[in-house]
């Protein structure tokens, strides 16, 4: 399994970025797709999950800003971040469970720093 993360950025506070994860070497059936991030000087921290058939899952820190969506045909997973602010600065991961091993996979790793 190997997960792509891009399009982390630099934005000003207010302002919105998408992330998107592709996914290769599984397919999206039995699995959690999850957006994490990691905050220098802090730990991973989960953002939002999704899971086919039930509504997301969000942090409270995010909610009602970021939306999280996956187009299972593509493999794709998604990350919409609005009205984002300069605590959101931290290094996006993309993360894939599965269901039948319990076992997680991350992606690279994408950048998203927001200046005041």
């Known amino acids: 399994v190997q997960l792509q993360a891009s399009g982390g950025g630099l934005v000003q506070a207010g302002g919105s970025l998408r992330l998107s994860c592709a996914a290769s070497g599984t397919t999206f059936s039995m699995v959690t797709m999850a957006w994490y991030r990691q905050a220098p000087g802090k730990e991973r921290e989960l953002v939002a999950n999704i899971v086919s058939g039930r509504d997301p899952n969000y942090s409270d820190s995010v909610q009602g800003r970021f939306t999280i969506s996956k187009d299972s045909a593509k493999k794709m997973v998604y990350l919409q971040m609005n009205n984002l602010k300069p605590e959101d600065t931290a290094v996006y991961y993309c993360?894939?469970?599965?269901?039948?091993?319990?076992?997680?996979?991350w992606g690279q790793g994408t950048q998203v720093t927001v200046s005041s």
């Open positions: 993360n894939l469970r599965a269901w039948s091993t319990n076992r997680r996979y």
